[in-house]
């Protein structure tokens, strides 16, 4: 079992939603976590993300006001809540820890510096 575990992933059609889930083993804890995307032929991109030292989040353009992201941890979960979905929002997802930003007390969406990973889910979303 990883450290980090992604569900919830799955097919929909455009305008439709989804729930992802990222289950955090209690060995890590970072205030910098996040939520990332690949497409085929395409960069790692960063979609959403925690801020450091307050409960806020910080979104990519291309999701800004249609996904959001929460944290139970009651429950070591970090969820990614897509809403609207697009075409252009197929990708594997992935969920990730920060221990290096987390000791810098800043957190970006720069992924060589996310340590831990999820093995990834599924998003298809079809027009």
């Known amino acids: 079992q990883g450290q980090l575990v992604e569900s919830g992933g799955g097919s929909v059609q455009a305008g439709g939603s989804l729930r992802l889930s990222c289950t955090v083993s209690?060995?890590?804890?970072?205030?910098?976590m996040a939520w990332f995307r690949q497409a085929p032929g395409k960069a790692r991109e960063g979609v959403i993300r925690?801020?450091?030292?307050?409960?806020?989040?910080f979104s990519g353009d291309s999701v800004a006001g249609r996904f959001t992201i929460a944290r139970d941890n009651a429950k070591n979960t970090l969820y990614l809540q897509l809403n609207s979905l697009k075409p252009e929002d197929t990708a594997m997802y992935y969920c990730?820890?920060?221990?290096?930003?987390?000791?810098?007390?800043?957190?970006?969406?720069?992924?060589?510096?996310?340590?831990?990973w999820g093995q990834g889910t599924q998003v298809t979303v079809s027009s």
């Open positions: 925690t801020v450091y030292g307050n409960s806020g989040t």
């Open positions: 209690p060995t890590i804890y970072s205030n910098c």
């Open positions: 990730a820890a920060s221990s290096i930003l987390d000791s810098r007390r800043y957190c970006n969406f720069n992924s060589n510096e996310y340590d831990y």
